[in-house]
Antibody
Framework: EVQLVESGGGLVQPGGSLRLSCAVSGFIFSNYPMQWVRQAPGKGLEYVSAISSDGDRTYYADSVKGRFTISRDSSKNTLYLQMGSLRPEDMAVYYC?????????????WGQGTLVTVSS | EIVMTQSPATLSASPGERATLSCRASQSVSSKLAWYQQKPGQAPRLLFYGASTRVTGFPARFSGSGSGTEFTLTISSLQSEDFAVYYCQQYNNWPPTFGGGTKVEIK
């Protein structure tokens, strides 16, 4: 059974940092690209970042470029999102999701999400 | 960036009624269109990919169609468990982009 479990969310002050983790199981992690998608309270879905299966290529939404860093550790079957210079508009539930395959970027499995609150 | 526009924003319908949800792309995405279902407090769940290929586990009352810039998700006879928010997503061009969602609510 495929499982993705996010952790690391919480309350952080504007300008602060946070690292999200996503532990995966049930599939060969190193074979698949991964994404982070976020959802602000009461709003729709927004692509945040993606990483290739080997970790060599990373992609970011313009809204987070230069502030967030995506990475992965295949030895731990874990995806990460290092978030810095956080702003109130970054407040959202952050989901990690498995990409179907390289070049075919729909998301076939999602985690349950972790809430990031940015407030003073 | 391709803009995805969903309509209506909210669809009010009664159980047993037919629901038709629309998704329009600002430029052609071929058939690289996915639909997701999200229930309150839950993560989104893949419903369709390739515009019309239904994911295992969803019943046949769900159907997807379209190509290019116009896509439709149809629920032939709404059941109580179908009331949710539905999102379309194009994955033909980078970055992948989502529509704003259609909330299907009980009338």
């Amino acid at each position: 059974e495929v499982q993705l479990v996010e952790s690391g969310g919480g309350l952080v002050q504007p300008g602060g940092s946070l690292r999200l983790s996503c532990a995966v199981s049930g599939f060969i992690f190193s074979n698949y690209p991964m994404q982070w998608v976020r959802q602000a309270p009461g709003k729709g879905l927004e692509y945040v970042s993606a990483i290739s299966s080997d970790g060599d290529r990373t992609y970011y939404a313009d809204s987070v470029k230069g502030r967030f860093t995506i990475s992965r550790d295949s030895s731990k079957n874990t995806l990460y999102l290092q978030m810095g210079s956080l702003r109130p508009e970054d407040m959202a539930v952050y989901y990690c999701a498995k990409v179907y395959a390289t070049g075919i970027y729909y998301l076939d499995y999602w985690g349950q999400g972790t809430l990031v609150t940015v407030s003073s | 960036e391709i803009v995805m526009t969903q309509s209506p924003a909210t669809l009010s319908a009664s159980p047993g009624e037919r629901a038709t949800l629309s998704c329009r792309a600002s430029q052609s995405v071929s058939s690289k269109l996915a639909w997701y279902q999200q229930k309150p407090g839950q993560a989104p769940r893949l419903l369709f990919y390739g515009a019309s290929t239904r994911v295992t586990g969803f019943p046949a009352r769900f159907s997807g169609s379209g190509s290019g810039t116009e896509f439709t998700l149809t629920i032939s006879s709404l059941q109580s468990e179908d009331f949710a928010v539905y999102y379309c997503q194009q994955y033909n061009n980078w970055p992948p982009t989502f529509g704003g969602g259609t909330k299907v609510e009980i009338k």
